[in-house]
């Protein structure tokens, strides 16, 4: 494989933007250091070097208080990293945990005790084949016992496809990034709309991050911006942010102090802002007050 490229900003800018007492960030990495976890055998890309410090360290500049880690495709099953992280703050950071379907429930409570709150599956093609989702729907059942959550990461053109099967859930359900949509579509476009329609089941969330991703443009992305903001006022109760730290498989490097701004405009109100890095992360991932 390739030299593995630094995908964080190590210098980001200070948001101009003041974020609410216990802001989260409910979806970023860590990438090893590698030295002590080792990446997948069999990964689709290997990135560079992502340490817990170095998150903690700019989720300080930013004023986020508190996050959820997503396990790492580049780490696949072995969650030790993210469970390293958590350890490192228990009381402000969850994770959601890598698993195959063929996880027992004595390795889904393990993973809860170190502070794992659901599993995430990946649809996108770098990233290699998923799992059926009609078996992922089975295996929600498992999580269904300990309170977890589904976690998708779908390619757009599949919202549609899935959407049947995600009603079916016995479990709440997380779309990752927007459902991963094209901003040059414009919001007319059917994958959004699939997306629109998939949410009015009230037990279906979606994260508003990934903007640098849905956008054809460069930063501060502003074609994807409208996409998060109608997302925001048409389910207020239903949506969280992230920042994607450390931005794996982009062209561009974010600043992550852009994306922190970028706030006022997805979220425009103080009290919008308050729900969306606030209080629904807290109902749904279950932080402590």
Same mark, same amino acid.
């Given at each position: 494989? *390739?030299?593995?490229?630094?995908?964080?900003?190590?210098?980001?800018? @200070?948001?101009?933007? &003041?974020?609410?007492?216990? &802001?989260?960030?409910?979806? =970023?990495?860590?990438?090893?250091?590698?030295?002590?976890?080792?990446?997948?055998?069999?990964?689709?890309?290997?990135?560079?070097?992502?340490?817990?410090?170095?998150?903690?360290?700019?989720? @300080?500049?930013?004023?986020?208080?508190?996050?959820?880690?997503?396990?790492?495709?580049?780490?696949?099953?072995?969650?030790?990293?993210?469970?390293?992280?958590?350890?490192?703050?228990?009381?402000?950071?969850?994770?959601?945990?890598?698993?195959?379907?063929?996880?027992?429930?004595?390795?889904?409570?393990?993973?809860?005790?170190?502070?794992?709150?659901?599993?995430?599956?990946?649809?996108?093609?770098?990233?290699?084949?998923?799992? %059926?989702?009609?078996?992922?729907?089975? =295996?929600?059942?498992?999580?269904?016992?300990?309170?977890?959550?589904?976690?998708?990461?779908?390619?757009?053109?599949?919202?549609?496809?899935?959407?049947?099967?995600?009603?079916?859930?016995?479990?709440?359900?997380?779309?990752?990034?927007?459902?991963?949509?094209?901003?040059?579509?414009?919001?007319?476009?059917?994958?959004?709309?699939?997306?629109?329609?998939?949410?009015?089941?009230?037990?279906?969330?979606?994260?508003?991050?990934?903007?640098?991703?849905?956008?054809?443009?460069?930063? %501060?992305?502003?074609?994807?911006?409208?996409?998060?903001?109608?997302?925001?006022?048409?389910?207020?109760?239903?949506?969280?942010?992230?920042?994607?730290?450390?931005?794996?498989?982009?062209?561009?490097?974010?600043?992550?102090?852009?994306?922190?701004?970028?706030?006022?405009?997805?979220?425009?109100?103080?009290?919008?802002?308050?729900?969306?890095?606030?209080?629904?992360?807290?109902?749904?991932?279950?932080?402590? *007050?």
């Amino acid at each position: 494989m *390739a030299e593995p490229k630094p995908s964080f900003n190590p210098r980001p800018s @200070k948001p101009r933007l &003041a974020l609410p007492r216990g &802001a989260c960030d409910t979806h =970023f990495h860590v990438f090893g250091p590698a030295r002590k976890f080792p990446f997948a055998e069999g990964r689709a890309y290997t990135p560079a070097d992502a340490p817990k410090d170095a998150l903690f360290a700019m989720h @300080k500049l930013m004023g986020i208080e508190r996050g959820v880690m997503v396990q790492s495709a580049a780490h696949g099953f072995d969650n030790s990293a993210g469970a390293d992280l958590i350890a490192s703050n228990p009381e402000n950071y969850l994770g959601v945990a890598l698993l195959p379907v063929s996880a027992s429930f004595s390795e889904i409570q393990t993973l809860h005790r170190q502070g794992f709150r659901g599993v995430r599956f990946n649809y996108m093609s770098h990233l290699g084949a998923g799992s %059926p989702i009609d078996q992922v729907i089975s =295996f929600a059942g498992k999580l269904a016992d300990i309170g977890w959550h589904l976690q998708i990461h779908m390619d757009s053109s599949l919202i549609a496809q899935m959407a049947p099967a995600l009603k079916r859930s016995p479990v709440p359900v997380m779309i990752d990034h927007m459902g991963r949509v094209d901003a040059s579509l414009g919001l007319d476009q059917e994958p959004f709309r699939k997306l629109m329609d998939l949410l009015k089941k009230e037990d279906i969330w979606v994260k508003v991050s990934g903007c640098e991703r849905s956008s054809r443009q460069s930063p %501060p992305w502003k074609d994807a911006i409208p996409f998060a903001r109608k997302l925001v006022e048409e389910f207020p109760e239903q949506t969280v942010w992230g920042t994607d730290w450390p931005h794996p498989n982009l062209k561009e490097i974010p600043d992550d102090g852009v994306m922190v701004d970028n706030l006022a405009e997805i979220a425009p109100s103080e009290a919008q802002r308050k729900a969306l890095l606030v209080d629904n992360p807290a109902r749904f991932y279950g932080f402590k *007050a």
